[in-house]
């Protein structure tokens, strides 16, 4: 039993269809309800809602700081490789790319660790391109008793691994692990994974079952926004979603909006999503799933990330690099993709601070407090 057998079940241009199908008042009756289920998900991201984004932010808003306060989660990625065996073409690690390879060792770790420690942060997030032989299990064994001796909240981002696998990492720290389907259109997906262990969707779809089924703590989906119709991918998240939390509802949830960006390759979103779109699928997500994080990384625009930070969104990068060694010694060659905010800490903090919001360092407790005020709304982008 795992979430392929449900979404086999699912017919990619039916869901487009029904999607589009949706009308204002299912809109309206979605927005009115006190819980609402996927039928009502997929009126909430269909072209019917975009008139009514304002509406959305706003409820979205409210049941935010009811349900985690006004923190917002501050994380930082770093970067330990960026090996790759596997050829991707959106992503600038692409093993066919002439880029400079270079995978941490020890020391080199250290000093990452100490300059992003001295930034203030305690929840650190893992991420390495996907090379199991270089950058594998022997590797994490070795590095992850160190980052968890500086770290109180240990996330990796790296390729995915059998159960048992994740079981083990446990032990040494392992405290989540984001892993995106990036498409979960098959077919699409088989045209942007052109080689390596990454060409195999199923294996890379069930990640999240084995994750649940070896007792992370918490567990981060998303699709790649812009590879196809990112209405239907925002359902098919959604669907992927609610299967875990009925099935492993030990484990906590985060849901990322990562929206396809330039990078070495220059392949552009055949499903482009706006602001305004962005925006809506934030909100619908909120409305549909109140006790999940959403996240939002420095791929966007601080402008952007400040205005609609209040709206949804509880954990967020900052500082990122996305260089192995960027944080000790800062320079641009070697990057994944490109970064929009590329403030400091300090004044990714400052911001939040502005907007009513609590930056909290470390993965939070939830804290019931006040609420940001509604007006905030009138930021949102108007397309
Ligand atoms: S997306 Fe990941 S797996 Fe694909 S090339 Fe980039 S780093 Fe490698």
Not at 82 to 103: P, Q, V, W
Not at 214 to 226: E, F, H, S, T
Request: glycine letters at 6%.
């Amino acid at each position: 039993m795992s979430f392929y057998l449900q979404w086999q079940q699912q017919d990619w241009d039916a869901l487009a269809l029904t999607i589009n199908s949706k009308t204002e008042a299912d809109v309206v009756q979605a927005l009115a309800k006190p819980k609402r289920d996927w039928q009502d998900f997929l009126a909430l991201v269909s072209p019917a809602a975009e008139s009514h984004v304002e509406g959305l932010a706003g409820r979205s808003m409210q049941l935010t700081r009811q349900r985690f306060g006004n923190n917002v989660g501050l994380y930082v990625p770093l970067y330990l490789s960026n090996l790759c065996a596997n050829e991707c073409d959106y992503c600038g690690f692409s093993m066919s790319n002439r880029i400079k390879r270079h995978t941490l060792d020890e020391t080199e770790l250290e000093r990452e660790l100490q300059a992003i420690k001295a930034m203030g942060f305690d929840n650190i997030l893992l991420v390495t391109g996907e090379h199991e032989t270089k950058v594998g299990m022997d590797y994490f064994r070795r590095m992850l008793p160190r980052v968890k001796s500086h770290f109180t909240y240990l996330q990796m981002e790296v390729q995915p691994l059998d159960t048992a696998e994740y079981q083990e990492l446990k032990t040494l720290g392992l405290d989540a692990v984001m892993v995106y389907q990036e498409t979960y259109h098959s077919r699409t997906y088989a045209q942007h994974h052109l080689r390596g262990n990454k060409t195999d969707f199923r294996y890379r779809l069930e990640t999240p079952d084995r994750l649940g089924q070896a007792g992370i703590d918490k567990i981060g989906i998303g699709a790649l926004l812009g590879l196809a119709s990112w209405r239907v991918e925002a359902a098919m998240v959604a669907l992927h979603l609610d299967y875990l939390q009925r099935t492993y509802w030990r484990s906590r949830y985060s849901v990322s909006f990562p929206r396809l960006r330039p990078c070495t390759g220059g392949l552009e979103p055949v499903s482009p999503v706006g602001e305004r779109q962005l925006v809506q699928l934030i909100a619908a997500l909120r409305l549909f799933a109140p006790e999940v994080d959403l996240s939002l990384s420095t791929r966007e625009s601080a402008h952007f990330r400040d205005n609609v930070f209040p709206l949804g969104i509880t954990t967020a990068s900052a500082a990122s690099s996305t260089r192995p060694g960027g944080y000790a010694e800062r320079s641009d060659d070697l990057e994944q993709f490109s970064i929009d905010d590329d403030r400091t800490p300090q004044a990714v903090a400052d911001a939040l601070v502005t907007k009513g919001l609590q930056p909290v360092w470390k993965d939070w407790e939830p804290v019931y407090s006040g609420i940001v005020a509604e007006n905030e709304v009138a930021t949102l982008p108007k397309k």
